[in-house]
């Protein structure tokens, strides 16, 4: 079976970037994809912000292998220069359906027939882009926790209309990028991860617009409480909160009043979260 060696990551968010980067730091050779020059002048910031990561993190890093992973990422605001030579292509775009099929369909016709597409969506069903990929046996949900380097699971989920040998030749690619593969047996919006945070993440927004606790005082209670070393709303920091925000404004009543919050009183203002220095909480260094 042929191995991934060339890989194209649409979106140099958060995790997109990370995914680009664990790649490359793993030997692929990569291309970041972005809808501008200056989105990706960005990038490649936040990309020597991981090398850095990584040699403070990842045992082995410092010794030169953070640095080589720059080498083999490369840059592009023009989709089909991105996508000319590549063995996959991994979606990152923002959590919006319509994105995300507009995405696809452009993707669709300027991409090689060699190519697999992979949706990194962290709730919506990959049914719901299929059909606009024009290659539903090449397509399917690979999705990455944050801090993929640390949180190393690759969540692989296929369609009805998923061709196996696709779906095995993913599988193997996570596992040669570092990471744990998650096969999932059947679709299921969320995958296993989300299925069990986004519930717990929707609890603690629901605590804070009913007036019943303040972020702090629901993170304090969670760590206290359980253990973990962090509460849902620093969790939403390093989430991003116009993830958050999109997430919350498809759920129910509640959950659209958390999303109006959210959008008032941090993206509007320019908190987005760990990414930006400020979100529920400041982040300094």
């Given at each position: 079976?042929?191995?991934?060696?060339?890989?194209?990551v649409l979106g140099t968010g958060v995790l997109g970037s990370q995914i680009a980067y664990q790649s490359a730091y793993h030997g692929v050779d990569v291309v970041a994809y972005d809808i501008s020059d200056e989105i990706l002048d960005k990038a490649k910031v936040r990309f020597a912000g991981l090398a850095e990561t990584y040699k403070a993190e990842v045992a082995g890093a410092a010794d030169g292998k953070a640095d080589d992973a720059l080498t083999r990422i490369s840059y592009s605001s023009d989709l089909g220069d991105a996508v000319r030579d590549a063995d996959l292509v991994v979606e990152a775009v923002p959590e919006n359906l319509d994105i995300k099929r507009d995405t696809y369909t452009r993707l669709g016709e300027v991409a090689p027939a060699k190519t697999i597409f992979a949706t990194n969506s962290s709730t919506l069903l990959p049914s719901d882009l299929k059909d606009f990929t024009?290659?539903?046996?090449?397509?399917?949900a690979l999705h990455f926790a944050n801090h993929v380097w640390a949180q190393n699971t690759a969540e692989v989920m296929?369609?009805?209309?998923?061709?196996?040998?696709?779906?095995q030749r993913v599988v193997d690619f996570a596992t040669a990028i570092g990471m744990v593969p998650i096969e999932i047996r059947k679709e299921k919006?969320?995958?296993?991860?989300?299925?069990?945070?986004?519930?717990?993440l929707s609890a603690a927004g629901e605590l804070l617009v009913d007036g019943i606790a303040d972020p702090e005082t629901v993170d304090k209670t969670w760590r206290i409480g359980t253990g973990a070393p962090l509460g849902p709303f620093q969790i939403y920091d390093i989430v991003g909160l116009t993830t958050a925000y999109n997430i919350s404004a498809a759920g129910d009543e509640t959950q659209?009043?958390?999303?109006?919050?959210?959008?008032e009183n941090y993206i509007d203002?320019?908190?987005?979260?760990?990414?930006?220095?400020?979100g529920f909480y400041k982040y300094t260094g």
């Open positions: 079976m042929t191995a991934i060696t060339k890989v194209t024009g290659r539903p046996e090449k397509f399917l296929g369609t009805a209309s998923t061709d196996p040998e696709v779906y919006a969320g995958y296993v991860l989300n299925s069990l945070l986004v519930p717990f659209q009043r958390f999303a109006r919050h959210i959008k203002k320019g908190k987005l979260g760990v990414a930006t220095g400020e």
